[in-house]
């Protein structure tokens, strides 16, 4: 039996007669990093407040950990850790004294802090005042915060926004290691495709709160092909054994343009080709990019 960490059945909020959520079906395994993409003002918050409690669906459930929220709320959020939207912070603390704050309202060993701070990497600068960290840092403090509580499931609200390149490299390679390294489960939500490409391998795409995809990254990568060009030494005739073949195509110069064809397909009309004496110079594949993938699935997306 799949064990799902969070799984929603037709998740519904509702604000004065419009949905910024409608009907999420939401399935997250144990052990996954699972990117949660949509456009600005898709739902996105919505959901993950709505999975923290923080506010009430209008219809449908919530499961986490096999448990109906509702029901279980102290014991499921005592084994989940947070970050959604920017941290706060006392500025003229340090992150040792940030996280002692946190640590005796959740409770916890004082142990734990210098923990966390390691799996962060900030441990060199543990006792500088939070004022002077860069906005990366205090990402990652956000982050050993959620962690204090040794959490099974670690649930991210855009992470990355704002940060430079170096920050973003950093955020990214610590949600990576956090299910191999930590056995953490990790919900990461992002309007950006090309980052969350780069650490998850299922996705679940949401568009005016409605998911319009929900798979392994593989799958939509799958739907960036678009089809093949060959170099032939006489199109023409090739073009005749294609048809021959049962597939389709056209010819445009001495290119052959065929639609999308598998690994296998592929293989075989090349080595056709071949025994039949044909010279290929050239074999190409036509892609979209995962970028426009996406915009094609969640268009322009609307505020809600």
Do not use: W
């Not at 941290?87 to 640590?103: C, D, F, K, M, Q």
């Not at 969350?196 to 939509?220: D, S």
């Amino acid at each position: 039996m799949t064990a799902f960490v969070i799984q929603t059945n037709n998740l519904t909020k509702t604000y004065k007669k419009q949905a910024a959520v409608k009907n999420l079906n939401l399935e997250i395994q144990k052990g996954d990093i699972y990117g949660f993409l949509g456009p600005n003002g898709a739902g996105k918050t919505t959901t993950i407040r709505m999975l923290l409690g923080l506010i009430q669906p209008t219809r449908g459930s919530i499961k986490l950990f096999g448990k109906e929220l509702q029901k279980h709320k102290m014991d499921i959020l005592s084994r989940t850790g947070s970050l959604v939207e920017y941290p706060s912070y006392y500025g003229h603390l340090t992150a040792v004294e940030n996280l002692e704050a946190i640590r005796r309202i959740t409770g916890g060993p004082a142990s734990r802090i210098a923990e966390v701070l390691e799996i962060v990497q900030l441990i060199k600068d543990a006792k500088r005042a939070v004022k002077g960290y860069s906005l990366g840092m205090k990402q990652r403090l956000g982050i050993a915060a959620a962690l204090l509580n040794n959490p099974e499931l670690l649930i991210l609200d855009e992470p990355t926004n704002g940060l430079d390149p170096s920050g973003i490299q950093e955020i990214r390679e610590l949600i990576k290691n956090m299910p191999r390294q930590f056995g953490i489960t990790v919900l990461v939500s992002s309007h950006l495709l090309s980052e969350v490409e780069q650490m998850a391998e299922k996705v679940g795409i949401i568009r005016e709160g409605e998911m319009v995809f929900q798979g392994r990254m593989e799958e939509l990568v799958s739907k960036a092909s678009s089809g093949f060009r060959l170099s032939v030494s006489d199109p023409e005739e090739a073009m005749g054994r294609v048809l021959d073949m049962g597939l389709d195509g056209r010819i445009r110069g001495q290119l052959l343009e065929l639609g999308p064809l598998t690994d296998a397909q592929i293989a075989e009309l090349v080595r056709h080709l071949v025994e039949q004496r044909h010279d290929i110079y050239r074999v190409e594949e036509k892609r979209k990019s995962l970028e426009d993938i996406f915009m094609q699935m969640v268009g322009e997306g609307s505020a809600s």
